[in-house]
Nanobody, 124 residues
């Protein structure tokens, strides 16, 4: 069993930066692909980024590519999402999740464990 907890969300002006963290407990994260997803008000939850268990492979949604960076520190059982050049359309609840495989990483059904989410609000 893995428990995931996100932190680092908040209110920021457009163009600003935030770094989200996802701390795991219960089991080590180093065997899991980790993903970030987000859900804006009135919209479905969508894929943001994913990183393989080793950190050697990453994937990003087109909407965040070049602005967001996913990374992980397996020694600290933590995954990060560095978000730069934030836009109002990035406003959402951000969730981290753990999956058994990097394949089909954009598919939410592949993720076994989920955090409770952290709110990110970007003002214009």
């Amino acid at each position: 069993q893995v428990q995931l907890g996100e932190s680092g969300g908040g209110l920021v002006q457009a163009g600003g930066s935030l770094r989200l963290s996802c701390q795991a407990s219960g089991r080590t994260l180093n065997i899991y692909t980790m993903g970030w997803f987000r859900q804006a008000p009135g919209k479905e939850r969508e894929f943001v980024a994913a990183i393989s268990w080793s950190g050697g492979s990453t994937d990003y949604a087109d909407s965040v590519k070049g602005r967001f960076t996913i990374s992980r520190d397996n020694a600290k059982n933590t995954v990060y999402l560095q978000m730069n050049s934030l836009k109002p359309e990035d406003t959402a609840v951000y969730y981290c999740a753990a999956a058994n495989s990097f394949s089909r990483r954009r598919n939410q059904d592949m993720y076994r464990y989920w955090g409770q989410g952290t709110q990110v609000t970007v003002s214009s």
